[in-house]
């Protein structure tokens, strides 16, 4: 958790540096600095907030959700869009090229809506040893 804080923080005033001219750039624009370290502050501020209340039920699962498919969107993006020379010369360019590389984001969007929302996840208890269904005798 400490760490996501301090890299998040280090990436935001990092990205501003970059957008001001005060630090040279290194290819990428200031703004995805910032855009990546506001979501890992997103992510120590949500490890923190969970240490200090606990978590449980739908939002453990929300949190495990976002966290996962965001890093599949960003892999899935960075191949996809910024990786096109490994695709034949017809697709490169293509709008096809979207739709793997949003995807992530659209099941996220998905997912959490049906977990946080709906009543689509319940509670499940944990069978009790010597059930039927447990695995121990």
């Not at 970059?18 to 490890?47: E, N, Q």
């Not at 009790?128 to 121990?136: F, Q």
Request: proline fraction near 4%.
């Amino acid at each position: 958790m400490l760490f996501a804080l301090a890299i998040g923080v280090l990436s935001v005033i990092h990205g501003f540096q970059k957008a001001t001219g005060r630090v040279a750039s290194d290819g990428t624009p200031g703004s995805m600095d910032i855009f990546m370290g506001s979501v890992i502050l997103l992510a120590g501020i949500g490890d923190l907030r969970m240490l200090v209340r606990g978590i449980s039920g739908q939002r453990r699962i929300a949190r495990h959700l976002w966290r996962m498919c965001f890093g599949w969107f960003i892999a899935t993006g960075s191949f996809f869009l910024g990786q096109q020379q490994v695709f034949p010369v017809w697709l490169r360019g293509s709008a096809v090229l979207l739709v793997p590389a949003l995807l992530p984001l659209m099941l996220l969007i998905f997912w959490l809506i049906r977990v946080r929302f709906t009543n689509a996840y319940k509670k499940m208890s944990m069978p009790r040893p010597g059930h039927v269904y447990s695995l121990e005798s």
